[in-house]
């Protein structure tokens, strides 16, 4: 069986949140204009019950002071041209005003496989997706790789795809985050055993040395297992600062399901 997990991460400004979605909310918290990361996980774990980190990054970038960070692809048709294939991509992460943002990034104008700077500086950088396409092809011609100036990988769009990997992030400085609710759905096959979610968020000293001290490492678990199919993801738990969260998913007995999962989580400043 082939593990598999893929992540759509997106960030919306607080002014493109419609529909009364955020009506639950005090004021007070309404007032800092929230931002919303939503992540779409389509997935299935091993034929085992052990946990494995979902689409993770490649590597962190995770510096104190933001910097300018590079793009390039294997195919030269990656370009900002009208007969390229892709042409920019957005970038989620966090800028030198420790806000979590996207922001626009474009490729080389004539050769794709020109190393080329990004206009934006980060701290970090979490996703990274197509945004725009000539009329080469509408989807990455070559693998794209986001990486540190030192050529550190950081994500990559693959080839033929619009989204790279990355599912992993971090809470700003000076913000908190607040789990916004979801929904976990396992698919039923003919293993009918089930999956298990687990969120890990470890405490901001620990994620930047690495570690997972005893107390500094906390996880929340959400499954579907015999006759469930669905699970509506509570709202309510909160993030510090500098908490880096990420997703894990595991078998809940020894054959994997498919199952797609949706998380929501508000950020903002306090």
Known sequence: MVVASECRMRLQEFADIGGGYLDDLPLSIMAMSPKLLTLHVVGKPADVKAFAEIDAPT????????????????????????????????????????????????????????????????????HAYATLWGNQDDDAEGKIDIRKLDDTILVSIPLGDNESNGARFRVPDDHVAMLYGGTLTRHASAADEGVIIRLIYIDAVDALLGLAADRAINWIDFSVGLYTTHLNIPKGQMFEEGSQISLWHSSMVDLGEDYDLKLNFLIWKK
Not at 59 to 80: F, G, P
Not at 85 to 104: F, H, L, P, W
């Open 59 to 126: 590597n962190e970038l995770a510096v104190t002071t933001a910097v300018a960070i590079e793009h390039l692809s294997a195919d030269a048709l990656d370009k900002n041209a009208a007969a390229g294939a892709v042409r920019t991509y957005n970038s989620i992460g966090i800028d030198g005003n420790d806000e979590i943002v996207t922001r626009e990034e474009a490729m080389d104008a004539t050769d794709g496989t020109t190393e080329t700077a990004t206009t934006n500086v980060y701290k970090d950088c979490f």
